[in-house]
Structures are given as C-alpha cells and as structure tokens.
C-alpha cells in the first residue's frame, strides 16, 4: 500500500534554530501533500497545502515565513519550522495526495515528527 | 464550512464487547467521510472512508462506519472490542468538489479498551 515517510520522527532543537521535516512518498507520486499541525490531547490542525511546482496555500493565521514549505518534486515536500521557537514544539504530521494515476486511491499519512524546542 | 464533530472525548468499553465512536458532520453536498486511528506519537492510519455507495461501510480491524445521511451521522463500530484497539479515533469529512483536497478533523474520540 501507499507509504509516507516523515523523517525525523523526533527532533529537539535550540530557540532561536530552524528545524527541517521531510514528507516522501515512497511508492507513488504525489501532487499535493499537506502538512498538519497537532497540540496535545488535540485534532489536526491544517497548516498548508503544497502543491509541487508552486508556492503552498497557508491556512489563516499561519506564518508562511515562519512556516516555510517547498514541495520541488512529486514525492518530496518539506516543512522548515524558521527560527523556532518553545512555542512551535508541536507534533507536526504531512500527508499526501496521491496523483491521478498514481494507483492510490486514499490521503495516507506520515508517522509525524515531534519537535521540541528548548 | 463542513465540519465534524465527536461529541466524547473518551469512550471506555471492556474487551470483547461491542463499541461505537460517534461522529456527526456539516458539509455542502455529498461527503466523503472517514476514519482514522493514531496510536501514541505516531501519524494517522486510515480505517475507512465512505465516497458513495452502500451505507454500511467494512475496513481495517475488523471496524466498520455507517453513513446516515438524515442524521448527518458516520459512527464507527466494532462487534468486539480488543485492548489493542485502545488509541485516538479521529472523523474526517470533505466535500466531494473538494475531492478530498480539504479535510476538516473532528476533535478525536480516545477509545480505551479494558481487558
């Protein structure tokens, strides 16, 4: 089946330092991920929408420059978390459409990558 | 705006008994409705989902989710509950012209299975 990699799945990181996820889709191709944020003991929150090729559609109320994502091929989107600080430690989750085509038929989700920042 | 609600935070039920997870949902037009699973710090895992069809919808574990559209209702059900399944349910919906672009999460239901 359709497998999405987050990598890291942990990572601790000083204030004021910027931190990289990565989101891959294994074995198949990808247009649109999306990157979700979750609080503890809450729901997924949709962050942004990244396209490949283009620059990612931000929900309301999130820093685009803070939060930065490049999606520069079909199976690869990152979310750079810039200058970080206590206040981004979050548990950070992508998921990915597949392409038409592709022979997935269902959003499928990465394991998530929890940031911590001290 | 569609959006989904799990009216329990928290749903506790003895192994081998029966559970459900409600979930009601707001949307414009027909649906595509959801289920997924997240054990502690791991992603979401997909159960099921319900595009058109029949109603009563089969997944993964044994789960399965009806769709009742006058009740604007896509609970989830197991015949017998297991202590692994004990982890955070979350309902999904998107409307179908989003086709599947736009999920709005429901708040999530911690299902605790005891044995």
């Known amino acids: 089946g359709a497998v999405v990699s987050q990598h890291p799945s942990w990572v601790i990181c000083k204030s004021g330092t910027s931190v990289k996820i990565e989101c891959r889709s294994l074995d198949f191709q990808a247009t649109t991920m999306f990157w979700y944020r979750q609080f503890p003991k809450q729901s997924l929150m949709l962050m942004a929408t990244?396209?490949?090729?283009?620059?990612?559609?931000?929900e309301q109320g999130v820093e685009k420059d803070k939060f930065l994502i490049n999606h520069a091929s079909l199976t690869l989107s990152t979310l750079t978390v810039t200058s970080a600080h206590p206040e981004d430690s979050s548990f950070y989750i992508c998921?990915?459409?597949?392409?038409?085509?592709?022979?997935?038929?269902?959003?499928?989700f990465g394991a998530g990558s929890r940031l911590t920042v001290l | 705006a569609q959006s989904v609600a799990q009216p329990e935070d928290q749903v506790n039920v003895a192994e081998g008994n029966p559970l459900t997870v409600k979930c009601t949902y707001s949307v414009s037009g027909n649906p595509y409705l959801f289920w997924y699973v997240q054990y502690p710090n791991r992603g979401l895992q997909f159960l099921l989902k319900y595009i058109t069809g029949d109603n009563l919808v089969k997944g993964s574990y044994g789960f399965e989710a009806e769709f009742n559209k006058s009740q604007t209702s896509f609970h989830l059900k197991k015949p017998s509950a297991l202590v692994s399944d004990s982890a955070l349910y979350f309902c999904?919906?998107?409307?179908?012209?989003?086709?599947?672009?736009?999920?709005?999460f429901g708040g999530g239901t911690r299902l605790m299975v005891k044995p």
């Open positions: 999904a919906v998107s409307a179908i012209n989003n086709a599947g672009n736009m999920l709005t």
């Open positions: 998921s990915a459409r597949p392409s038409p085509g592709s022979g997935a038929n269902v959003l499928t």
């Open positions: 990244s396209n490949e090729g283009s620059k990612a559609t931000y």
